[in-house]
């Protein structure tokens, strides 16, 4: 059985913009949390060290999603089609019940 997620390090928050904007992230844990707490659809890429951009992985404005990521990915990267949006990364181990 998979344990609940639990966070394993600090939370960043780099604010999503039609360019991309990346981010490093905490060691520690192989999921990672994905908030979006814009009013836009923000769009997550990890890992690469490539700019995000609307053919990655979706997040709708104000939901969560949690990504298996592994252990040794340390950066992601964020963006939106239009305006701007917060989105709160927290690494961290575990998975949704």
């Known amino acids: 059985m998979v344990p609940p997620f639990r966070q394993t390090g600090a939370t960043v928050a780099p604010v999503a913009s039609s360019g991309g904007t990346a981010a490093t992230l905490p060691a520690g844990g192989d999921s990672l949390l994905v908030t979006n707490g814009g009013s836009v659809i923000a769009f997550v890429r990890v ?17 969560s999603v949690l990504l298996d990521i592994g252990p040794n990915t340390n950066s992601a990267s964020v963006a ?18």
């Not at 890992?47 to 939901?63: E, F, I, K, M, W």
């Open 47 to 63: 890992g690469d060290n490539a700019a995000a951009s609307v053919v990655d992985t979706p997040v709708l404005a104000g939901a």
């Open 80 to 97: 939106t089609l239009t305006s701007s949006a917060t989105v709160y990364l927290t690494r961290g181990t575990g998975a949704v019940r």
